[in-house]
């Protein structure tokens, strides 16, 4: 059998940073229709929902993190402990302990009590576009403290009012997707919600860890975010251990589970907590800010579906799955192989990087009509395309956004799979369900006010600007 790198292959660079928008979709689109395997800059990709979820699930791959912190040097200080504490990068059975006393805190049960708190949020938010304005935080030098800057324009409050032809406006990203999350996470963790500005910035560049580009030209700034936030977040966790809530830190503090032998699990400890809130904080807001933005362009461009939704706003849910799958904002996530492996008669060594790719996953939808399912294929990663029954009805082609099409519900790949999926899952579907149920009917006639301004496909996709108008409400 041969091995992946004795193969020729198409290839895929996806740290190409012209690789986003329209052109983003074409090429993975075309590449997906040629075979379930590419080779790229690190690695390789696979493309199909069945590799994929071999690849994330299988025990020979894992994610490469601690791989990533010697590639750019990162052998010691806080961003080092942060990546080897990082669950993302913790496997076998102290990531089990972890993720069963985790799980309790954000289960779809645990998250529900914070929906109300979410509608509260979007609402003071919304309202706020018209007479209170957007918060942020200002970038800090590396070495110098962070600090909400009220009186930068980039920053400062964003106060619209109705046009001469009664329309409304607003630069999205900054007035909602952002300050939103971060509120929510705030408000999660327990903390007052004039930190939200902190704890966006201190996500945003935590988060670029994962990103190639920012470890290589930015890595100073990520080793400050991640110094500050530890600071911050342990005197939180000192102050829970002697005046608990209801909170998320409070009850990491106190939970308790057994193993699988019935034997009580240790209980976490304060370096474990801090790192688990860390873990939900660089999971919950970039990603949950960059998927609402996408959510609501794709909206913005489909008008019939804005005004449906706005009439039913308990479509938001379904809104919000077909989001996630028609445009993932974490297109690709990096495991490498840590034992030799065989998949579709193709040898992978250890050490190979595999690159599995949500956006061409979520369009294999079992039997869909129009869908670019491919078979398995040879060794060399082609195989034709796969026609099938059409399980979703007449229209429902997963290569279109349709928040109506009755689609085969497979598990959207956006958040992973396996051991590792996605902790924050739940929280960030509540997040996003109530954002899109409250804005939906009182935004009417949404619709682009400008070109959105897209960021890079690598790490987190998201929206720099998104500018939008719509008719004030009567």
Same mark, same amino acid.
């Given at each position: 059998?041969p091995r992946?790198d004795?193969l020729?292959?198409?290839?895929?660079?996806?740290?190409?940073?012209?690789?986003?928008g329209?052109?983003y979709h074409?090429?993975?689109?075309?590449?997906?229709?040629?075979?379930?395997?590419?080779?790229?800059?690190?690695?390789?990709a696979?493309l199909?929902?069945?590799?994929?979820? $071999?690849?994330?699930?299988?025990?020979?791959?894992?994610?490469p993190?601690m791989?990533?912190?010697?590639?750019?040097?990162?052998?010691?200080?806080?961003?080092?402990e942060e990546?080897?504490?990082?669950?993302?990068?913790?496997n076998?059975?102290?990531?089990?302990?972890?993720?069963s006393?985790?799980?309790?805190?954000l289960?779809p049960r645990?998250?529900?009590r914070h *929906?109300?708190?979410?509608r509260?949020l979007i609402?003071?938010?919304?309202k706020?576009?018209?007479g209170?304005g957007?918060?942020?935080?200002?970038?800090?030098?590396?070495?110098?403290p962070?600090?909400?800057a009220?009186?930068?324009?980039?920053?400062?409050p964003?106060?619209?009012a109705p046009?001469? #032809?009664?329309?409304?406006?607003?630069?999205?990203?900054?007035?909602?997707?952002?300050?939103?999350?971060?509120?929510?996470?705030?408000?999660?963790?327990?903390?007052?919600a004039?930190?939200?500005?902190r704890? #966006?910035?201190?996500? #945003?560049?935590?988060?670029?860890?994962?990103?190639?580009?920012?470890?290589?030209e930015?890595?100073?700034?990520?080793?400050?975010?991640?110094?500050?936030?530890y600071?911050?977040?342990?005197e939180l966790?000192?102050?829970? *251990?002697?005046?608990?809530?209801?909170?998320?830190?409070?009850?990491?503090?106190?939970?308790?589970?057994?193993?699988?032998?019935?034997?009580?699990?240790?209980?976490?400890?304060?370096?474990?907590?801090?790192?688990l809130v860390?873990?939900?904080?660089?999971?919950?807001?970039?990603?949950?800010?960059s998927?609402?933005?996408?959510?609501?362009?794709?909206?913005?461009?489909?008008?019939?579906?804005?005004?449906?939704?706005?009439?039913?706003?308990?479509l938001?849910?379904?809104?919000?799955?077909?989001?996630?799958?028609?445009?993932?904002?974490?297109p690709?996530?990096?495991?490498?192989v840590t034992?030799?492996?065989?998949?579709r008669?193709?040898?992978?060594?250890?050490?190979?990087?595999?690159?599995?790719?949500?956006?061409?996953?979520? *369009?294999d939808?079992?039997?869909?009509?129009?869908?670019?399912?491919?078979?398995?294929?040879?060794?060399?990663?082609n195989?034709?395309?796969?026609?099938?029954a059409n399980?979703?009805?007449?229209?429902?082609?997963?290569?279109? $956004?349709?928040?109506?099409?009755?689609?085969?519900?497979?598990?959207?790949?956006t958040?992973?799979?396996?051991?590792h999926?996605?902790?924050?899952?739940?929280?960030?579907?509540v997040e996003?369900?109530?954002?899109?149920?409250?804005?939906?009917?009182?935004m009417?006639g949404m619709e682009?006010?400008?070109?959105?301004?897209?960021?890079g496909?690598?790490?987190?996709?998201g929206?720099?600007?998104l500018?939008?108008?719509?008719?004030?409400?009567?």
């Amino acid at each position: 059998m041969p091995r992946v790198d004795e193969l020729e292959l198409p290839t895929l660079d996806y740290t190409d940073p012209t690789l986003r928008g329209e052109r983003y979709h074409a090429t993975l689109r075309e590449l997906r229709a040629g075979g379930w395997l590419a080779a790229g800059p690190y690695g390789y990709a696979v493309l199909d929902r069945e590799s994929i979820e $071999f690849f994330l699930r299988t025990r020979s791959a894992v994610f490469p993190g601690m791989t990533i912190a010697e590639l750019f040097g990162v052998r010691e200080g806080p961003l080092y402990e942060e990546m080897r504490r990082n669950i993302l990068h913790i496997n076998g059975p102290d990531h089990t302990r972890l993720r069963s006393l985790l799980n309790p805190s954000l289960s779809p049960r645990a998250v529900e009590r914070h *929906r109300e708190a979410m509608r509260e949020l979007i609402e003071e938010i919304f309202k706020g576009i018209g007479g209170g304005g957007s918060e942020q935080a200002a970038p800090a030098a590396p070495g110098g403290p962070i600090v909400p800057a009220a009186d930068d324009p980039a920053t400062s409050p964003v106060v619209v009012a109705p046009r001469a #032809n009664n329309t409304m406006a607003c630069e999205f990203v900054r007035d909602i997707a952002k300050p939103y999350p971060s509120r929510a996470i705030a408000h999660v963790m327990g903390v007052p919600a004039d930190d939200a500005p902190r704890l #966006n910035h201190w996500s #945003n560049w935590i988060q670029r860890q994962f990103d190639a580009v920012s470890m290589t030209e930015r890595k100073p700034e990520i080793e400050q975010a991640v110094s500050e936030f530890y600071e911050y977040a342990w005197e939180l966790v000192r102050a829970r *251990r002697e005046q608990p809530g209801d909170d998320l830190i409070s009850l990491l503090i106190a939970a308790t589970g057994d193993d699988e032998s019935g034997a009580k699990m240790e209980r976490l400890s304060d370096v474990e907590c801090v790192n688990l809130v860390l873990n939900v904080l660089i999971g919950g807001v970039d990603t949950t800010q960059s998927q609402l933005a996408h959510a609501v362009r794709l909206l913005a461009e489909h008008p019939h579906q804005w005004a449906l939704l706005g009439e039913h706003p308990e479509l938001a849910a379904q809104a919000v799955e077909e989001a996630l799958r028609y445009e993932p904002i974490t297109p690709f996530t990096a495991r490498i192989v840590t034992e030799e492996l065989t998949y579709r008669d193709v040898v992978f060594p250890a050490g190979t990087i595999v690159m599995v790719c949500a956006f061409t996953g979520n *369009r294999d939808l079992p039997g869909a009509g129009g869908s670019s399912t491919a078979a398995e294929g040879d060794a060399s990663g082609n195989g034709a395309a796969a026609d099938g029954a059409n399980a979703d009805g007449p229209g429902a082609d997963p290569n279109t $956004f349709d928040i109506a099409a009755q689609r085969d519900r497979a598990r959207v790949l956006t958040f992973g799979a396996g051991v590792h999926f996605c902790v924050g899952a739940n929280l960030a579907r509540v997040e996003l369900q109530e954002a899109l149920a409250y804005l939906a009917p009182r935004m009417p006639g949404m619709e682009l006010a400008g070109e959105p301004v897209y960021e890079g496909i690598t790490g987190i996709y998201g929206l720099a600007e998104l500018p939008l108008r719509w008719r004030a409400a009567a």
